[in-house]
C-alpha cells in the first residue's frame, strides 16, 4: 500500500473531532423524538421487525424464522442486533387487552427497534467525518459530516429497523479501513479490520457490500499504481510518495481474507447445510432474478441520488464535477469519486433498484459534496463567480424546502388518499418559521461563513420534525393492515390467521399484519392449498382496484376495510 497523504494530529484536527461528535449528538437529538411517530408501514422495516416478534416467540435465532419458515434471503445480523435490544416486555404487552395499553406498548416497540438504527446513523455520520479527514483534512472531513446528518437520504432512511442501515455502517467501515491503510501507509494494521468490517456488511445484506468497498478501492489502488509508474516513466524519477509496502500489504490482505471468511463464512455454510434449498434462494437474492415479480426498473433509477442528497444537491452535482476534473492529481477526489460511482454502476445492472440502496453511499456521497462546499468558507473577496453562484442556488434550494414543505402539506391534490396533512394557517406558519432560518443566513454569511452549513443543518433537521408531524396521519406513514389486525382481534383472538392470494402474480404478505397480530401469518399462493373452513380459522385476502368482493367456498366475510383504491377482506368459516 501506498500514502499519498497521511494527516497529522493538531490543534484543529480535535476541534474538528469534537465538531463531529456535537453534529452526530445533534442528528440523534433531532429525529429521536420523532421515532414513535410513524406506525410500522414500511415494508423493508416491516420484514425486520416481523422476525423479531417471532425470534421473541420462541423462534430460532441462529436461522431466523419469518412466519415459521427459515429467512435465509438475508443475512441475519440485523435481525440479531434489533432482537437482542427489544426487550422481551415490550414484546410481552404486546398482547395487552386494552387498546390504549396495547397502542402504547407499539410505541414502545418503535422506538426499541428504531433507536439503534437511529444510534447506527450517528455512528456513519462519525465515520463519514474520519474518512474525510483521512483522505483529504479535517475541514473536509466536518464538511462531510455535517452533509451527512442532513442529507434527505439519511435523515428518510435512517430513522428506520432495516438492513440497508446496518449494510451502510459497516460498508461505510470498510472504506474507512480501507483509506487508512492507503493514505497512512500502515496495511497491516487497517486491512485485517477492514476485512472483519467487510465481513460484517456481509453478515448485514449479503455480497452487496463488496461492490460498495472492495471494488472500488481496488479499482483505485490498481489506477494510482499504474498512473504513478506511467508519471515516473515519463519524469525519470521514482515518485517517493508512490513506493508500495508490497510485504506488508500482502500480509495485510490476507490477513483481512481470513477474517473476512472468519466472520461471515459460517453461517453461509451451516445455511447451506441446514437449510433445503438455500442455495437457490442466496442465488436469487443476488441476483434478484425472480425475486420479485416487478418489472425491472430503468437505468437511470439512480440518478435519484441527486435529489436525495437535498438540501446539498448543487453542491453535490458541483463536487461530482470537480472529481471527475481532478481526479488524476487529486487522490482524495479519485477515490471519492469511484466509492460514488462504482457501486452504481454495479447496482443499475441488477433488475430491482430501490432508493434505500443507495444509503451506504451517503458519505463517499458526502465528501464529494464537501469538496465543492470548501471555497465557500474563504472570505467572499477570494470566491469565484461560480461559487457565489452556487451559494445563490443553495439558499433557493433553503426557501424552497422551507415554503414547499409545508405548503405540499395542505395540499390535497398531492397526497395519496385526497387529504391534506394540515391546515393552509398552520402552513403558513410553519413556513414563516422555517423560512427565518434561510434569512438569517443571507443577512449573517458575510460575517459568519460556517452558518451556511450550520443554518442548513438546523433547518433540514427542523423541516424532518415538520415533514413527519402530517406524514404519520397521512396514507402512506399509517399501516396498511392495522384495521385488520385489530378487528381479528377483536372477534377472532386466538384465531390461526391465513393470508391468501391465489392470483397467477400475488402479492407479498404485508408483514404490518403479523406485527399487529403479534403472531405468525401462515401464506397460501394456491387455491389447492387452502386451508378447511374451521371456527378457530381466519383468512386475510386482499381485493385489488376494480375487482368485486373476494369468495371463497365455504367462507364469509366479517371485515373488510378500505385502502386507498384497494380493500382488505377477512373471511371465517360459514
Known amino acids: 500500500m501506498k500514502s499519498d497523504c497521511a494527516p497529522p494530529i493538531s490543534p484543529s484536527n480535535v476541534r474538528c473531532g469534537c465538531l463531529a461528535l456535537l453534529i452526530s449528538a445533534a442528528l440523534f437529538a433531532a429525529v429521536a423524538p420523532t421515532l414513535r411517530w410513524l406506525e410500522f408501514s414500511s415494508g423493508s422495516e416491516n420484514l425486520l421487525t416481523a422476525t423479531v416478534i417471532e425470534m421473541h416467540a420462541g423462534g430460532p435465532w441462529l436461522v431466523p424464522n419469518l412466519n415459521g419458515e427459515p429467512r435465509v434471503r438475508k443475512p441475519p445480523l440485523p435481525a440479531w442486533v434489533a432482537a437482542g435490544l427489544v426487550p422481551r416486555?415490550?414484546?410481552?404487552?404486546?398482547d395487552s387487552p386494552d387498546t390504549?395499553?396495547?397502542?402504547?406498548?407499539y410505541r414502545r416497540l418503535a422506538w426499541s427497534v428504531r433507536w439503534p438504527a437511529l444510534v447506527i446513523s450517528c455512528f456513519i455520520v462519525l465515520a463519514t467525518y474520519e474518512l474525510g479527514r483521512t483522505i483529504a483534512d479535517a475541514q473536509t472531513g466536518l464538511l462531510a459530516c455535517a452533509v451527512c446528518a442532513s442529507s434527505l437520504l439519511l435523515l428518510r432512511y435512517g430513522r428506520s429497523a432495516t438492513t440497508d442501515i446496518h449494510l451502510a455502517l459497516w460498508v461505510t467501515a470498510t472504506n474507512l479501513c480501507l483509506a487508512k491503510a492507503w493514505f497512512s501507509g500502515r496495511p497491516l494494521r487497517w486491512l485485517p479490520l477492514a476485512g472483519a468490517a467487510a465481513g460484517l456488511a456481509f453478515m448485514s445484506k449479503g455480497p452487496v457490500g463488496m461492490a460498495q468497498s472492495a471494488l472500488p478501492v481496488l479499482v483505485f489502488v490498481v489506477v494510482r499504481w499504474f498512473w504513478c509508474k506511467r508519471r515516473a516513466g515519463e519524469t525519470g524519477t521514482a515518485d517517493a510518495r508512490g513506493d508500495v509496502h508490497r510485504g506488508a500489504g500482502w500480509i495485510g490482505l490476507i490477513a483481512a481474507a481470513i477474517l473476512f471468511l472468519a466472520v461471515a463464512?459460517?453461517?453461509v455454510v451451516y445455511v447451506l447445510y441446514a437449510v433445503p434449498d438455500a442455495w437457490s434462494v442466496f442465488y436469487t437474492e443476488v441476483t434478484r432474478d425472480g425475486a420479485t415479480t416487478l418489472t425491472a426498473d430503468p437505468l437511470h433509477t439512480y440518478l435519484v441520488l441527486i435529489?436525495?442528497?437535498?438540501?446539498w444537491s448543487v453542491f453535490f452535482m458541483a463536487g461530482f464535477i470537480m472529481c471527475v476534473r481532478d481526479w488524476r492529481r487529486s487522490p482524495a477526489e479519485h477515490l471519492s469519486l469511484l466509492l460514488l460511482v462504482i457501486p452504481v454502476i454495479v447496482m443499475s445492472l441488477v433488475k430491482d433498484k430501490n432508493e434505500r440502496y443507495l444509503l451506504p453511499l451517503v458519505a463517499a456521497a458526502s465528501i464529494v459534496t464537501a469538496f465543492a462546499l470548501r471555497p465557500q468558507l474563504r472570505p467572499t473577496s477570494m470566491q469565484s463567480p461560480t461559487d457565489r453562484r452556487l451559494r445563490q442556488l443553495h439558499m433557493a434550494v433553503l426557501f424552497s424546502v422551507a415554503i414547499g414543505i409545508p405548503a405540499a402539506g395542505a395540499t390535497a391534490t398531492l397526497q395519496k388518499g385526497g387529504e391534506a396533512w394540515w391546515a393552509w394557517g398552520y402552513a403558513a406558519v410553519a413556513a414563516g418559521g422555517l423560512s427565518l432560518?434561510?434569512?438569517?443566513l443571507s443577512f449573517s454569511y458575510e460575517k459568519f461563513r460556517w452558518l451556511l452549513i450550520s443554518a442548513t443543518t438546523l433547518l433540514m433537521f427542523t423541516a424532518q420534525a415538520v415533514f413527519l408531524h402530517g406524514y404519520r396521519s397521512s396514507l402512506n406513514g399509517r399501516?396498511?393492515?392495522l384495521a385488520t389486525a385489530d378487528a381479528i382481534r377483536l372477534h377472532h383472538p386466538n384465531a390461526e390467521v391465513f393470508y391468501v392470494?391465489?392470483?397467477?402474480?400475488?402479492?407479498a404478505l404485508p408483514q404490518d399484519l403479523q406485527i399487529y397480530l403479534n403472531r405468525s401469518v401462515r401464506t397460501i399462493y394456491g387455491r389447492a392449498a387452502l386451508p378447511e373452513p374451521t371456527e378457530n380459522r381466519v383468512l386475510v385476502v386482499l381485493q385489488r382496484e376494480h375487482e368485486p368482493d373476494p369468495a371463497i367456498a365455504g367462507w364469509r366475510h366479517f371485515f373488510r376495510h378500505q385502502w386507498g383504491a384497494r380493500g382488505w377482506h377477512a373471511l371465517v368459516a360459514e
Not at 390504549?100 to 406498548?105: I, Q, S
Not at 432560518?437 to 438569517?440: D, F, K, R
Open 89 to 94: 416486555s415490550v414484546i410481552a404487552e404486546l
Open 265 to 267: 463464512a459460517p453461517w
Open 307 to 311: 435529489p436525495m442528497m437535498l438540501p
Open 501 to 507: 392470494d391465489t392470483r397467477e402474480l400475488p402479492k
Open 479 to 481: 399501516s396498511e393492515m
Open 437 to 440: 432560518i434561510p434569512i438569517a
Open 100 to 105: 390504549k395499553g396495547r397502542d402504547e406498548a
